[in-house]
């Protein structure tokens, strides 16, 4: 496994994002303890990882217009998950789970534009190597796929984590393509961003290809993520 592909990528919407808080299992910027007590009932893993301190929460403040926060976002989540990588087979390596905050606003979008894109083109990426990614708006009330209403966050956040290849690709059902790949998912260290571009305008274009026909606009793709679980 290689990071050199993030590292040498230009990155000229550096500060988009502004850290407020390294990783932790205990932000102090956002009350987010209560949230995720609650949604123990909704996800088999959780409560172990919490107990573990496994589960942890970076988080940024948004600093620039929505290009370039985006942008910093799909960075944030890479680090995350080449971070994750060499933990995954590890003791408890399926228990981990790297959270990515946003708090902050931008200018004529909304969180969930904002997660969109970012989310879309890492899911595809890191999908193949057993790496997880959702996306959750803060205030948004979701639905399990048995119907009960689960807790809206108190704060949007991109989780990271392990795939898990017996329940994951069910919640993938409109992106068979992509389910395939997590159902084969063999990290063998490859380096993700070997054939795709470096800039997140190019990196956009590259991955509509990879949407779905009937989808919502391009501009702001809303792939599905698992409602029914925290770490989904």
């Given at each position: 496994?290689?990071?050199?592909?993030?590292?040498?990528?230009?990155?000229?919407?550096?500060?988009?994002?502004?850290?407020?808080?390294?990783?932790?299992?205990?932000?102090?910027?956002?009350?987010?303890?209560?949230?995720?007590?609650?949604?123990?009932?909704?996800?088999?893993?959780?409560?172990?990882?919490?107990?573990?301190?496994?589960?942890?929460?970076?988080?940024?403040?948004?600093?620039?217009?929505?290009?370039?926060?985006?942008?910093?976002?799909?960075?944030?989540?890479?680090?995350?998950?080449?971070?994750?990588?060499?933990?995954?087979?590890?003791?408890?390596?399926?228990?981990?789970?790297?959270?990515?905050?946003?708090?902050?606003?931008?200018?004529?979008?909304?969180?969930?534009?904002?997660?969109?894109?970012?989310?879309?083109?890492?899911?595809?990426?890191?999908?193949?190597?057993?790496?997880?990614?959702?996306?959750?708006?803060?205030?948004?009330?979701?639905?399990?796929?048995?119907?009960?209403?689960?807790?809206?966050?108190?704060?949007?956040?991109?989780?990271?984590?392990?795939?898990?290849?017996?329940?994951?690709?069910?919640?993938?059902?409109?992106?068979?393509?992509?389910?395939a790949a997590l159902i084969?998912?063999d990290d063998d260290g490859?380096?993700?961003?070997?054939?795709?571009?470096?800039?997140?305008?190019?990196?956009?274009?590259?991955?509509?290809?990879?949407?779905?026909?009937?989808?919502?606009?391009?501009?702001?793709?809303?792939?599905?993520?698992?409602?029914?679980?925290?770490?989904?």
């Open positions: 496994m290689t990071t050199d592909g993030i590292s040498a990528a230009p990155r000229p919407t550096a500060g988009a994002l502004r850290l407020i808080e390294a990783s932790t299992a205990r932000p102090r910027s956002v009350d987010i303890s209560h949230y995720a007590r609650q949604m123990t009932d909704h996800c088999p893993y959780l409560a172990p990882s919490l107990r573990r301190g496994l589960t942890s929460w970076t988080v940024y403040q948004a600093d620039g217009d929505a290009e370039a926060v985006e942008a910093e976002l799909f960075y944030a989540g890479a680090q995350a998950a080449e971070w994750l990588r060499p933990l995954l087979n590890r003791p408890h390596g399926l228990l981990r789970c790297e959270n990515i905050v946003l708090l902050g606003e931008v200018s004529g979008a909304r969180h969930r534009d904002l997660l969109a894109w970012p989310h879309w083109v890492l899911k595809n990426l890191y999908g193949p190597v057993g790496v997880m990614f959702g996306k959750f708006s803060a205030g948004e009330k979701k639905v399990t796929m048995a119907g009960h209403r689960i807790p809206a966050p108190p704060a949007s956040f991109l989780p990271v984590r392990a795939a898990v290849r017996r329940r994951d690709p069910r919640f993938l059902s409109a992106t068979p393509d992509l389910a084969a998912a490859r380096d993700v961003f070997e054939h795709i571009p470096t800039e997140w305008t190019e990196i956009r274009t590259w991955a509509r290809h990879l949407l779905p026909p009937a989808k919502p606009s391009p501009s702001s793709p809303d792939t599905p993520a698992n409602p029914s679980r925290f770490r989904s």
